[in-house]
């Protein structure tokens, strides 16, 4: 399918902070991709926690397995929507490299720990992951990629950090959020590729770890429908069948929703490119039913899973453990490696501990508390 006129063209890219020639036989939004691919940040995202944490389960999702479900659902709904497939991917695969180990929990902890000090949010932190922490050229820091792709995996940004970054990159990835615009069809759709995905996973993994049931979880509208549809299609079937087959019907749904509702907002608000997009109100989107039924899933999983005892013992530990790194580090500078200490002794101490901590993996963290605490919390 040819490339819609609202798609993201990469041969009209806004282009890269530093200035590049173009490649020989790829776009610029496939060479991001690859760029992200071949990263150090992405390669982290194996052992990192979605919400099980990476050793309770060799089957669990963790942060890459959560990415790359993310990128195909992007992909199949963008494809039949003319966007830009590589600049789905590229944003899809990068949307999570920001996250801390230990999930949400660690995010949480490392904003406490950095309140004095400017803050930490994840989406922030993807930026700087790409901008600046990842290490691998010559002539620059991070990644260099485009501006679309950098759009896209700004996805939340509060008014202090767009004030902040519109100073250091003028009309750059802060501006729409000071302008109240929108980002890209490809990123919009990033956002809620990511929400479809981990609503359904969250689902699979709550019931594989026994912490959910279906009995329990045929009370969440969403899922009794598709639960039903199974059951009245295979009326003997149970058990992780059943499971798998009420996900399946869950996600087809809200993919074929999602992009019967995109194109008729698409259709009424008749956009005629990207730039266009961008000054809409958000075309890309559920229809209001399934935005209901997606929301009350949400709050489901929010209450009976993300809140669940166990994994909230779980989230404590996680916490010391981040916490008390933190402060051994901001103490004792000398325990960062050679290239922390490097931007340390750069006068922000709390920064340089909190991207390093950032970007370790959930059993490096556990280890190096192990190591410098004595402690043994998992
Ligand atoms: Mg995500």
Do not use: W
């Given at each position: 399918m040819p490339l819609a006129p609202y798609a993201c063209h990469a041969s009209r890219s806004r282009g890269r902070r530093v200035f590049e020639p173009a490649a020989p036989t790829r776009s610029e939004f496939q060479r991001d991709r690859d760029r992200i691919i071949h990263s150090t940040a992405f390669r982290r995202l194996v052992y990192k926690t979605q919400v099980f944490l990476n050793h309770e389960g060799d089957l669990f999702r963790t942060r890459l397995t959560h990415s790359l479900e993310v990128a195909q659902l992007g992909r199949s709904i963008g494809r039949s929507l003319g966007l830009d497939e590589d600049l789905i991917e590229a944003v899809a695969l990068a949307h999570d490299l920001g996250h801390t180990p230990f999930g949400h929990a660690g995010q949480d902890v490392l904003d406490e720990c950095m309140k004095a000090h400017g803050g930490f949010e994840h989406n922030l932190q993807s930026l700087r992951v790409v901008d600046k922490l990842e290490q691998r050229y010559p002539a620059f820091d991070g990644l260099n990629l485009c501006f679309e792709t950098r759009e896209g995996i700004l996805k939340h940004c509060a008014r202090r950090d767009a004030l902040h970054l519109e100073?250091?990159?003028?009309?750059?990835?802060?501006?729409?959020?000071?302008?109240?615009?929108?980002?890209?069809?490809?990123?919009?759709?990033?956002?809620?590729?990511?929400?479809?995905?981990?609503?359904?996973?969250?689902?699979?993994?709550?019931?594989?770890?026994?912490?959910?049931?279906?009995?329990?979880?045929?009370?969440?509208?969403?899922?009794?429908?598709?639960l039903k549809e199974a059951l009245a299609a295979y009326p003997a079937l149970q058990g992780k069948r059943l499971l798998a087959e009420t996900i399946r019907g869950m996600l087809s749904a809200q993919v074929y929703d999602i992009i019967d509702a995109t194109r008729s907002a698409l259709q009424a608000a008749a956009v005629a490119d990207v730039e266009e997009v961008r000054q809409a109100p958000a075309l890309m989107a559920f229809s209001p039913a399934m935005r209901a039924a997606s929301t009350e899933l949400k709050r489901f999983l929010f209450?009976?899973?993300?809140?669940?005892?166990?994994?909230?013992?779980?989230?404590?530990?996680?916490?010391?453990?981040?916490?008390?790194?933190?402060?051994?580090?901001?103490?004792?500078?000398?325990?960062?490696?050679?290239?922390?200490?490097?931007?340390?002794?750069?006068?922000?101490?709390?920064?340089?501990?909190?991207?390093?901590?950032?970007?370790?993996?959930?059993?490096?963290?556990i280890r190096e508390h192990q190591r410098l605490t004595g402690l043994t919390l998992f």
């Amino acid at each position: 399918m040819p490339l819609a006129p609202y798609a993201c063209h990469a041969s009209r890219s806004r282009g890269r902070r530093v200035f590049e020639p173009a490649a020989p036989t790829r776009s610029e939004f496939q060479r991001d991709r690859d760029r992200i691919i071949h990263s150090t940040a992405f390669r982290r995202l194996v052992y990192k926690t979605q919400v099980f944490l990476n050793h309770e389960g060799d089957l669990f999702r963790t942060r890459l397995t959560h990415s790359l479900e993310v990128a195909q659902l992007g992909r199949s709904i963008g494809r039949s929507l003319g966007l830009d497939e590589d600049l789905i991917e590229a944003v899809a695969l990068a949307h999570d490299l920001g996250h801390t180990p230990f999930g949400h929990a660690g995010q949480d902890v490392l904003d406490e720990c950095m309140k004095a000090h400017g803050g930490f949010e994840h989406n922030l932190q993807s930026l700087r992951v790409v901008d600046k922490l990842e290490q691998r050229y010559p002539a620059f820091d991070g990644l260099n990629l485009c501006f679309e792709t950098r759009e896209g995996i700004l996805k939340h940004c509060a008014r202090r950090d767009a004030l902040h970054l519109e100073e250091i990159e003028p009309g750059g990835v802060g501006a729409r959020f000071l302008l109240g615009h929108q980002p890209s069809l490809e990123a919009q759709l990033c956002n809620l590729a990511d929400e479809v995905a981990y609503n359904a996973h969250d689902i699979d993994d709550g019931v594989r770890s026994g912490l959910l049931d279906l009995e329990q979880l045929a009370t969440v509208p969403l899922v009794q429908s598709y639960l039903k549809e199974a059951l009245a299609a295979y009326p003997a079937l149970q058990g992780k069948r059943l499971l798998a087959e009420t996900i399946r019907g869950m996600l087809s749904a809200q993919v074929y929703d999602i992009i019967d509702a995109t194109r008729s907002a698409l259709q009424a608000a008749a956009v005629a490119d990207v730039e266009e997009v961008r000054q809409a109100p958000a075309l890309m989107a559920f229809s209001p039913a399934m935005r209901a039924a997606s929301t009350e899933l949400k709050r489901f999983l929010f209450a009976h899973l993300y809140r669940h005892p166990q994994v909230q013992t779980t989230r404590m530990r996680a916490e010391q453990v981040l916490r008390d790194l933190f402060r051994i580090y901001v103490a004792e500078p000398g325990q960062l490696p050679a290239e922390y200490r490097e931007s340390a002794s750069a006068n922000d101490i709390p920064r340089a501990c909190a991207d390093y901590i950032a970007g370790m993996t959930d059993r490096f963290a556990i280890r190096e508390h192990q190591r410098l605490t004595g402690l043994t919390l998992f």
